[in-house]
């Protein structure tokens, strides 16, 4: 089967289309032909090896110290079941279904092995599998750390990168969860933050969000520049920071913090599972979870999409399409729900 490897970490153009070895299927496992994943940003940081401070050592545990340990990279994915284990039931051949493959990668390739327990769920009816795949990556891990905080109606929710994979997910159901959200993005980004349902956008290049003088009851920091130190006193009594992105540090104290504190700190996102996944599905299914798509690759421009996302500046999803069913557009206008796909 094709598929985008790399072999040594390093830029964009260490990744190039192969042939690999087409996965086997144990008895837990689904076997699902790929038509899209996304290039992410841990698709980013794997390639490139550049973390956050501190966590080089941590890194190289998971990705490979010398080379990568998974030469094919991809989070998740959308696409059909062609094969399941003896022990699944859940699912069976010909199934459309989105999923998460996590640390074992993988997505970017024409077939993708799951393995049993992970998180997987069939796609939403009314999206296709480009818009689809977007509500894996971003969206788990946004509603892994919002449960932790479990916004009531009502609560401020301030998201710190509110234009990204993860931050479009936080504002979208921050918003579900009847919270006042303010988005953090650049000035360009306001009118999707706001269409997503942000109540007040903050443009970070004219101000910084820390001087004023509102506070929130949850804070998600999506950047990594928003340590405890700066943020604490916005934070309301027995409020939440939750740190999709920091360093050693901030990883190592936050349990700390929470027991000194009263707020709950934490840089966990927890173990993302179907149901996470089913719940998000049934959100899309709705009208009330919508795919932010910002530019589609071919596999064979797997290179230019990792080029795109080393930018910083990519808003909610860049996908990759793993099929030559529909032509691709090398870049495509930044997309919200299936009207506009």
């Known amino acids: 089967m094709r598929a985008a490897v790399y072999r040594r970490f390093g830029g964009p153009d260490t990744v190039r289309v192969d042939q690999v ?38 890194a190289a545990m998971g990705i490979g110290l010398f080379r990568p340990k998974r030469p094919v990279l991809g989070f998740d994915v959308a696409g059909v079941v062609e094969a399941v284990g003896a022990n699944v039931t859940a699912f069976g051949q010909g199934d459309e279904v989105i999923a998460m493959t996590g640390a074992y990668f993988g997505g970017h390739a024409e077939y993708a092995r799951v393995p049993g327990g992970a998180a997987i769920a069939h796609k939403p009816r009314n999206m296709s599998f480009e818009n689809a795949v977007t ?27 509110a234009s990204g994979a993860v931050g479009t997910a936080a504002v979208q159901l921050a918003a579900y969860a009847g919270a006042h959200v303010t988005g953090v993005c650049s000035g360009g980004n306001r009118e999707l933050v706001t269409s997503l349902g942000a109540d007040r956008v903050i443009d970070y290049t004219t ?26 006193h916005l934070l309301k009594p027995g409020g939440a920071l939750l740190l999709v992105i920091t360093d050693l540090p901030g990883l190592l104290l936050a349990p700390l913090r929470s ?24 959100l899309a299914e709705a009208g009330s979870f919508q795919a932010v798509r910002d530019r589609t690759y071919d596999l064979a421009d797997v290179a230019e999409a990792h080029r795109y996302v080393d930018t910083g500046r990519k808003r909610g999803n860049v996908v990759l399409r793993l099929t030559d069913e529909e032509p691709a557009p090398k ?8 009207a506009s796909s």
């Open 259 to 282: 027991r000194r504190t009263g707020h709950l700190v934490t840089a966990d996102v927890g173990r993302p599972t179907a149901e996470d996944l089913a719940f998000l599905v049934d």
């Open 21 to 58: 070895p087409r996965p086997t299927v144990g008895t837990d496992d689904v076997l699902i032909r790929v038509h899209a994943s996304t290039v992410s940003a841990a698709d980013h940081r794997a390639r490139s090896r550049e973390v956050p401070r501190g966590l080089g050592l941590l």
């Open 331 to 338: 870049s495509t206008a930044q997309q919200t729900g299936e």
């Open 135 to 161: 509500l894996v990556f971003g969206g788990l891990t946004a509603r892994c750390f919002l449960q932790q905080a479990h916004p009531a109606p009502g609560a401020a929710v301030l998201v710190n990168g």
């Open 207 to 232: 101000e910084d969000f820390t001087a004023g003088p509102a506070s929130y009851d949850v804070i998600v920091d999506c950047v990594g520049n928003d340590p405890f130190e700066r943020v604490r």
